[in-house]
């Protein structure tokens, strides 16, 4: 007899590419205020666990970043539902 995965999602391409490689450099997901606070020296307050470099975080849009959020947010609970059911509980 063969075996069939379930998969946890029924989206029409399995293979979505990662956050990562939608990036482009200048995108933002956010338009932030002007300050209305005094500004902070974050190296005084933090001092050696300031970072500078935040690494290689990704540039997308904001449409891109709740794209993402509802695509990962859908899948979690896709696969908490099938471990919820399968095991008889």
Same mark, same amino acid.
């Given at each position: 007899m063969k075996h069939m995965t379930r998969k946890a999602t029924r989206h029409i391409s399995q293979n979505e590419g990662l956050i990562f490689e939608k990036s482009s450099p200048g995108k933002a997901a956010w338009k932030l205020p002007p300050l209305d606070v005094p500004d902070v020296d974050t190296n005084k307050l933090?001092?050696?666990?300031?970072? =500078? #470099?935040? /690494?290689?975080?990704?540039?997308?849009?904001?449409? #891109?970043?709740?794209?993402? #959020?509802?695509?990962?947010?859908? !899948?979690?609970? =896709?696969? =908490?539902?099938?471990? =919820? !059911?399968? /095991?008889? #509980?």
């Amino acid at each position: 007899m063969k075996h069939m995965t379930r998969k946890a999602t029924r989206h029409i391409s399995q293979n979505e590419g990662l956050i990562f490689e939608k990036s482009s450099p200048g995108k933002a997901a956010w338009k932030l205020p002007p300050l209305d606070v005094p500004d902070v020296d974050t190296n005084k307050l933090l001092g050696a666990a300031e970072r =500078k #470099d935040l /690494g290689s975080m990704p540039e997308v849009s904001e449409l #891109d970043l709740q794209l993402e #959020d509802g695509r990962v947010t859908a !899948y979690r609970a =896709k696969i =908490k539902v099938s471990f =919820k !059911y399968e /095991g008889g #509980d």
